[in-house]
């Protein structure tokens, strides 16, 4: 990894993004892991997750690793959902993380010499190339080894480096009885023509919260 000791680096997660990366390599992230890999590379500063919550739920699964982040070392950023019906009467449910990780990415880049993106969205782009032109290198981690790939090409230009996800899998995956097939990236929660979620907002948040644990082992 490209990483010096004394790096002031800053940690930003997609979390539904990662997820999705993750499944689609047949994994799942070991949080205390992977905090651990970045923090014996440079100076960790902050470790960001971000994802959006379904508040009208009475059990919300993803609950737990919220909870479990939250007192391990990560600085969660949460919002609710939003739900609202289309021209076609279908449910649609938002969860958008975009502008919260791209504010405080701007907002700390002053106070960091790394900027470490989990996310393969090509919307950071233009967020990427702004953190760069205040003199802060900028590593995307996402794959290209799952099908379809999980990065955006012009992300993956406009980086410093890139990270393949697979590459240090062993390092940040969790632990299982078994091997885990890898998993088509898919919505696997569409409960009829009435609920449709929107894919490029809550569709992978959604599947992060049905497969997580409630007794997790992070």
Same mark, same amino acid.
């Given at each position: 990894?490209?990483?010096?000791?004394?790096?002031?680096?800053?940690?930003?997660?997609?979390?539904?993004?990662?997820?999705?990366?993750?499944?689609?390599?047949?994994?799942?992230?070991?949080?205390? !892991?992977?905090?651990?890999?970045?923090?014996?590379?440079?100076?960790?500063?902050?470790?960001?997750?971000?994802?959006?919550?379904?508040?009208?739920?009475?059990?919300?699964?993803?609950?737990?690793?919220?909870?479990?982040?939250?007192?391990?070392?990560?600085?969660?950023?949460?919002?609710?959902? !939003?739900?609202?019906?289309?021209?076609?009467?279908?449910?649609?449910? !938002?969860?958008?993380?975009?502008?919260?990780?791209?504010?405080?990415?701007?907002?700390?880049?002053?106070?960091?010499?790394?900027?470490?993106?989990?996310?393969?969205?090509?919307?950071?782009?233009?967020?990427?190339?702004?953190?760069?032109?205040?003199?802060?290198?900028?590593? *995307?981690?996402?794959?290209?080894?799952?099908?379809?790939?999980?990065?955006?090409?012009?992300?993956?230009?406009?980086?410093?480096?890139?990270?393949?996800?697979?590459?240090?899998?062993?390092?940040?995956?969790?632990?299982?009885?078994?091997?885990?097939?890898?998993?088509?990236?898919?919505?696997?929660?569409?409960?009829?023509?009435?609920?449709?979620?929107?894919?490029?907002?809550?569709?992978?948040?959604?599947?992060?919260?049905? *497969?997580?644990?409630?007794?997790?082992?992070?």
């Amino acid at each position: 990894m490209h990483f010096y000791p004394q790096e002031k680096t800053g940690l930003f997660i997609d979390g539904a993004n990662l997820y999705s990366a993750a499944r689609g390599l047949g994994f799942d992230i070991d949080y205390r !892991k992977l905090l651990t890999v970045f923090a014996d590379e440079c100076r960790l500063v902050r470790a960001f997750y971000y994802t959006a919550l379904i508040e009208d739920q009475e059990y919300s699964p993803i609950r737990p690793l919220v909870d479990w982040l939250d007192y391990n070392g990560y600085t969660m950023v949460t919002k609710p959902t !939003k739900e609202f019906t289309d021209a076609s009467g279908r449910r649609k449910i !938002k969860g958008n993380m975009d502008i919260e990780l791209a504010i405080d990415v701007l907002e700390m880049a002053e106070h960091l010499d790394h900027v470490v993106l989990f996310s393969g969205d090509g919307d950071f782009r233009r967020l990427v190339e702004a953190v760069q032109r205040r003199g802060v290198r900028v590593t *995307v981690v996402s794959t290209v080894k799952s099908q379809p790939p999980m990065i955006a090409d012009e992300l993956r230009r406009q980086a410093d480096h890139f990270l393949e996800l697979k590459d240090f899998q062993e390092k940040i995956a969790r632990a299982h009885q078994g091997p885990r097939p890898v998993r088509p990236q898919q919505d696997e929660y569409a409960n009829g023509a009435e609920d449709d979620l929107d894919d490029d907002d809550y569709e992978d948040d959604l599947d992060e919260a049905e *497969v997580t644990p409630r007794r997790p082992s992070y």
